[in-house]
């Protein structure tokens, strides 16, 4: 139950496209559902986050649907860049408790030029 | 704003050996956490300090593993004795209470177990 599933593994998209990745959970608990993304050698970074109040959130050509009936949320890059190729992590905490984050399994962008 | 600094950036050792890492966090930020990242996974939470209190160490082997953030600033994890499935990336992050949702996370110590 307290799994967030993320896919695709790995997704090639070209210079200019739209790159979606999606999530799924099970808590019911969760409300907080951010997005990290990681260059090699480097820690993850903040990138969007949305709380169940909203269905959407855009920042710049990052945008965050959620999907609070379904339990899904995704990420969607508009006009994706040759600088957006890393790996995306969804992930999930609770306000209760101790917000313990709970990431996916991640997803590796490559943005052709 | 100085990022979360952590030391050393790469170790190798060989199994049944010690190892420590060392995080400082960002000035000011009261919760401190140690992830584990195995390659191809996103991180798992090992420990969680508010101040210098635990508050999460339910995924910590506590058998080997274990960790202290004395004086609720600077924190060491230690892996005693190491095994090869701990080879991965160590990454802590601190945020600025525990109802403060944005984890900065430091670039992470990659230890490879021989």
């Known amino acids: 139950q307290q799994q967030v599933k993320q896919s695709p593994q790995s997704l090639i998209v070209q210079k200019g496209g739209i790159s979606i990745i999606n999530c799924a959970y099970e808590?019911?608990?969760?409300?907080?559902f951010p997005w990290y993304q990681q260059f090699p050698g480097k820690g993850p970074a903040l990138l969007i986050a949305?709380?169940?109040?909203?269905s959407e959130k855009k920042e710049g050509r990052f945008t965050i649907s959620f999907n609070k009936s379904a339990k899904q949320f995704s990420l969607h890059i508009m006009d994706s860049q040759p600088g957006d190729s890393a790996t995306y992590f969804c992930?999930?905490?609770?306000?209760?408790?101790?917000?313990?984050?709970?990431f996916g399994t991640g997803t590796r962008l490559l943005v052709s030029p | 704003e100085a990022g979360v600094a952590q030391s050393p950036r790469y170790k190798i050792i060989e199994k049944r050996q010690s190892v420590a890492f060392w995080c400082n966090p960002i000035?000011?930020?009261?919760?401190l956490y140690w992830y584990q990242q195995i390659l191809g996974q996103g991180p798992k939470l090992l420990i969680q300090?508010?101040?210098?209190?635990?508050?999460?160490d339910s995924q910590l082997p506590k058998d080997r593993f274990s960790a202290e953030r004395l004086k609720g600033v600077d924190s060491t994890l230690k892996i005693q004795p190491a095994k090869l499935e701990d080879s991965a990336v160590y990454l802590c992050?601190?945020?600025?209470?525990?109802?403060?949702?944005?984890?900065?996370f430091g670039p992470g110590t990659r230890l490879t177990v021989l």
């Open positions: 992050a601190s945020s600025l209470d525990r109802g403060g949702n944005e984890q900065f």
């Open positions: 992930a999930a905490s609770s306000d209760t408790g101790f917000q313990k984050l709970v």
């Open positions: 000035s000011g930020h009261a919760t």
């Open positions: 949305i709380r169940p109040d909203v």
């Open positions: 808590n019911t608990a969760f409300d907080y």
């Open positions: 300090f508010q101040n210098n209190g635990v508050v999460d």
